[in-house]
């Protein structure tokens, strides 16, 4: 049964049409500049207050990294989504922030380059070198890769990198309503568009189309569903069955298993893309199942 928080915010989802911006190319390039302020991209002021911030320039990108007052003990690495059009938004400073309330973990959160300016040619090695220069050198096992949306992809390109030159996998890696395949060409994503309250398929295909410019939009740092998953470390998959994401999130965790990975898949009924950040009882739900899953 799904709360009537949801229910309501999924109505004001419809009623203030947020799944414009994805479901038409065009209104998509019309509406980037709102989606791409440079204001986004600075920690709230309430973060200043009640944590140490950290902030870096990896790149010429800005790269923050939030602390505890008391001294911390896992250091999640997070990738905020937004189909890699759209600026970090204040959801994702609220997860960070959540988090460390909840674990006493430090979080980092790259800032990462956008397309139409930007592609896959910048901001993966910006996010790597990110995650060496915050993350580097901590032991394995107090490391955990994060993201959603767009940015599981990227949290997947490092397990990834880290895996090709034989260096131990992070403790945890969180994939949330992860964007696993830039080309969406999986039929029954086309079906659920119509119940996707937030995410259109025309449009997702125009920013993963930008994304992969000039390198093959199946290569497995972009669409980690092709990747070769053998050799990764243990993953948790957060999705909702109104997410046109659903049939690839499906088809991954399903490799993942016959890849001999250790999967913890939580499918949510009813949910939408990124529900977990959302201040309603599922959204609260899977945190802390979150949280249980970084306590072990």
Same mark, same amino acid.
């Given at each position: 049964m799904?709360?009537?928080?949801?229910q309501?915010?999924?109505?004001?989802?419809?009623?203030?049409?947020?799944?414009?911006?994805?479901?038409?190319?065009?209104v998509?390039?019309?509406? +980037?500049?709102?989606?791409?302020?440079?204001?986004q991209?600075?920690?709230? $002021?309430?973060?200043? %207050? &009640?944590?140490d !911030?950290?902030?870096?320039?990896?790149?010429?990108?800005?790269?923050?990294?939030?602390?505890p007052?008391?001294?911390a003990?896992?250091?999640?690495?997070?990738l905020h989504?937004?189909?890699?059009?759209e600026?970090?938004?204040?959801?994702?400073?609220?997860?960070?922030?959540?988090?460390?309330?909840r674990?006493?973990c430090?979080?980092?959160?790259?800032?990462?380059?956008?397309?139409?300016r930007h592609?896959?040619?910048?901001?993966?090695p910006m996010?790597?070198?990110?995650?060496?220069?915050?993350l580097?050198?901590?032991?394995?096992e107090?490391?955990?890769?994060?993201?959603?949306?767009a940015?599981?992809? +990227?949290?997947l390109s490092?397990?990834?990198?880290?895996r090709?030159e034989g $260096?131990p996998?992070? %403790? &945890?890696?969180? !994939?949330?309503s992860?964007w696993l395949?830039?080309?969406?060409?999986?039929?029954?994503?086309?079906v659920?568009?119509?119940?996707?309250?937030?995410?259109?398929?025309?449009?997702?295909?125009?920013a993963?189309?930008?994304?992969?410019?000039?390198?093959?939009?199946?290569?497995?740092?972009?669409?980690?569903?092709?990747a070769?998953?053998?050799?990764?470390?243990p993953?948790s998959l957060?999705?909702?069955?109104r997410?046109v994401?659903?049939?690839?999130?499906?088809?991954?965790?399903?490799?993942?298993?016959?890849?001999?990975?250790d999967?913890?898949?939580a499918?949510?009924?009813?949910?939408?893309?990124?529900? +977990?950040?959302?201040?309603?009882?599922?959204?609260r739900?899977a945190?802390n199942?979150?949280?249980?899953?970084?306590?072990?």
């Amino acid at each position: 049964m799904i709360s009537m928080k949801a229910q309501l915010y999924q109505a004001y989802l419809r009623a203030t049409r947020q799944k414009a911006f994805y479901d038409d190319a065009r209104v998509l390039h019309q509406r +980037l500049h709102r989606h791409q302020r440079p204001a986004q991209a600075r920690p709230p $002021r309430k973060l200043r %207050k &009640q944590f140490d !911030l950290e902030h870096r320039e990896v790149h010429g990108f800005p790269c923050w990294t939030v602390r505890p007052r008391a001294n911390a003990g896992l250091h999640v690495f997070h990738l905020h989504g937004g189909g890699y059009v759209e600026e970090i938004e204040s959801h994702h400073w609220e997860f960070a922030a959540d988090l460390v309330r909840r674990l006493g973990c430090t979080v980092t959160l790259p800032i990462y380059p956008l397309v139409p300016r930007h592609s896959n040619v910048e901001t993966i090695p910006m996010v790597h070198a990110a995650f060496e220069q915050t993350l580097g050198s901590e032991p394995a096992e107090n490391t955990v890769l994060s993201g959603d949306s767009a940015g599981a992809a +990227l949290a997947l390109s490092v397990a990834q990198r880290l895996r090709d030159e034989g $260096r131990p996998q992070p %403790k &945890q890696t969180i !994939l949330i309503s992860p964007w696993l395949d830039v080309t969406l060409e999986d039929p029954i994503s086309v079906v659920l568009d119509e119940h996707d309250p937030m995410l259109g398929i025309t449009g997702l295909r125009e920013a993963g189309k930008m994304y992969a410019e000039g390198t093959d939009p199946h290569d497995p740092r972009i669409s980690p569903l092709y990747a070769d998953l053998a050799g990764l470390g243990p993953f948790s998959l957060f999705i909702g069955t109104r997410d046109v994401l659903l049939p690839d999130a499906r088809r991954f965790a399903d490799r993942a298993r016959d890849a001999g990975i250790d999967v913890d898949y939580a499918e949510y009924p009813g949910m939408f893309h990124n529900w +977990l950040m959302q201040q309603i009882p599922e959204g609260r739900q899977a945190r802390n199942h979150i949280e249980r899953i970084l306590r072990r």
